[in-house]
Each structure stands twice: as structure tokens, then as C-alpha cells.
């Protein structure tokens, strides 16, 4: 099932609409126009110590997009053979994030705000939290040998 595999080549920046003013800019995000999934759940990290790591663990079945709203972060995703860095810093720019791919959050300025839409409500047993529990669970879908022991 290689094909249906989902990896880095689908994680993507997804431009959201701007309405520019000199009152100040706006962005509308509508559910079935601007994101590639039905949106089950809304959560935002703040208050986030400039330098701080957030995220560390991939999810079975969420998919998400991620927003900095205010401030800049960058995220490294990891889907088990390569990484990406996507650095976020515009509030009209949403990352979106397939199932199985691995995500750190890191390098956050302070004072900002990610902004996560999620297809799923929070479920626990929905996350991959070890990393090499991960890529194991990688391999063995795309029937690769597992990654060589130490
Ligand atoms: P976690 O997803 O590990 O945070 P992050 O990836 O942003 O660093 O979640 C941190 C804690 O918050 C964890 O105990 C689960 C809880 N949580 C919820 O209860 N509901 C949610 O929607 C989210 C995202 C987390």
C-alpha cells in the first residue's frame, strides 16, 4: 500500500485568504474551502518561552494545519525516512500535517501563537510518542527491514 502511503511529498503550505487594510489585515479560513479535511477540534499553544520545543510525537489517523497566528516557530517534520523544516511566521499561512508524519515545534519567538486545526478530537492512543516506535511503524507499513539496532 505504498501509494496511499502518506509522507513529506504531501505536507504542504496552504496560502489562506488576506483582506489587506491599513485598519489591519484579516484571514478567513472556511471549512470546506480552505482545509483538506473536516475540522473536529481547534487547540493553540501561547505564552510559549521564546526557545521552547513543543510537539515531539506523529499521529495515526490526525491530520492538521498548523498556524503561527502571532510570532514565528519553526516545525520539523519527519516521516520516517527524511526531514523538512518549514519555518512558520505569517498568520495567512497554514502547514498542513498528513497522518504519520513525525512533528517538533521549535525555535518559537516569544509572545507567538500556533494555532493547530485538527480532524479528530484528542485521543491518546492516537499518538506515536517514541520516535523509534515510529519509524518502525513506517517501515512495517511500506514493508521495509526496520531500522538497524544500535
Ligand atoms: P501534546 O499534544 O503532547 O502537546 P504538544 O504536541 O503541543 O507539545 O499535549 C500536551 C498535553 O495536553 C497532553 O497531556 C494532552 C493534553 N491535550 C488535551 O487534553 N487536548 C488536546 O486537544 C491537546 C492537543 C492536548
Do not use: K
Request: proline share 7%; glycine share 8%; with cysteine.
Amino acid at each position: 500500500m505504498l501509494a496511499a502511503a502518506m509522507g513529506l511529498a504531501d505536507c504542504r503550505i496552504i496560502e489562506l485568504p488576506r483582506i489587506t487594510d491599513p485598519r489591519g489585515n484579516l484571514t478567513f479560513i472556511e471549512a470546506h474551502r480552505h482545509v483538506p479535511f473536516e475540522i473536529e477540534r481547534v487547540y493553540y499553544l501561547y505564552d510559549v518561552p521564546g526557545g521552547e520545543t513543543r510537539g515531539g510525537h506523529a499521529h495515526r489517523r490526525l491530520e492538521q494545519l498548523i498556524i503561527a497566528m502571532s510570532g514565528a516557530f519553526d516545525v520539523v517534520l519527519d516521516d520516517g525516512y527524511e526531514q523538512q523544516v518549514f519555518p512558520l511566521n505569517r498568520s495567512y499561512y497554514g502547514l498542513y500535517v498528513p497522518t504519520m508524519v513525525w512533528r517538533e515545534l521549535v525555535n518559537f519567538s516569544s509572545g507567538s501563537v500556533c494555532t493547530v486545526l485538527a480532524s479528530r478530537p484528542y485521543e491518546e492512543e492516537d499518538y506515536y510518542r517514541d520516535h523509534d516506535e515510529f519509524v518502525a511503524a513506517v517501515r512495517a507499513r511500506d514493508g521495509m527491514p526496520g531500522p538497524a539496532a544500535p
